[in-house]
């Protein structure tokens, strides 16, 4: 079975700061990987998506993560964070291939601070 | 985009008694949804996935006889939490994915569950 986990439960920047969450997951086979983010009041939302090619994976909101297949991580970063990003950020895996089941962490909670 | 709808949003019952849960897919047809919970400060636990037409399949640890999951329609899954707890307490939240692409996947606004 597969795991995710997300080291930075809490995480406060200033406007401007530069912004990286990790992420390590563990599953013997090929993997598809996730980061979505809850912002305050609102539903889960996909961020950004990793399934095959390029390891750096540009997603919405000037967000970016890289598939590192010998460390099992897919690290979110962005270069400068804005109040409005402001959220809970949940990376999460599942499987390739068909129905799998999708595996999240126990999210990151990012406040920035103007 | 998709949506994916929950009712009731919030809901309070009696140790003992029956709440059902529902999660529609308002725009596109799913023949598979998923059902999720959150406990405070911790992750999104599923819990079962729901399939139209046939058994849902339960995650270890859940207890079917006790979250009964109906699939009746290709819009609309029921999660029903039967003799509640207050250790059921929780945030109960579903999705749904579009077309054959399963990651897609489109999550309700959740359900806050209280039992008293």
């Known amino acids: 079975a597969q795991s995710v986990s997300q080291h930075n439960h809490h995480v406060i920047l200033s406007e401007a700061a530069s912004l990286e969450l990790g992420c390590n997951y563990s599953y013997g086979g090929t993997v598809n990987l996730f980061w979505y983010v809850q912002y305050p009041g609102q539903h889960l939302q996909l961020l950004l998506k990793y399934f095959s090619g390029d390891p750096l994976v540009k997603g919405i909101k000037g967000f970016e993560a890289e598939f590192i297949k010998s460390k099992f991580s897919f690290n979110l970063r962005k270069p400068s964070v804005q109040w409005s990003d402001t959220a809970e950020y949940f990376c999460?895996?599942?499987?390739?291939?068909?129905?799998?089941?999708?595996?999240f962490g126990i999210g990151t909670k990012l406040q920035v601070i103007p | 985009g998709a949506v994916v709808s929950q009712h009731p949003s919030w809901v309070i019952c009696k140790s003992g008694t029956s709440v059902k849960i529902e999660c529609r897919s308002l725009?596109?047809?799913?023949?598979?949804m998923f059902w999720y919970r959150q406990f405070p400060k911790q992750s999104l636990m599923l819990m079962a996935t729901s399939n139209e037409g046939s058994k849902a399949t339960y995650e270890q640890g859940v207890e079917k006889d006790k979250f009964l999951i109906n699939h009746a329609s290709l819009t609309l899954s029921t999660l029903t939490v039967t003799s509640a707890h207050p250790e059921d307490s929780s945030f109960y939240i579903c999705s749904a994915p579009t077309g054959t692409s399963v990651y897609e996947q489109y999550f309700g606004p959740g359900t806050r569950l209280t039992v008293t």
């Open positions: 999460a895996v599942k499987a390739s291939g068909g129905y799998q089941k999708v595996t």
């Open positions: 725009d596109f047809q799913a023949t598979t």
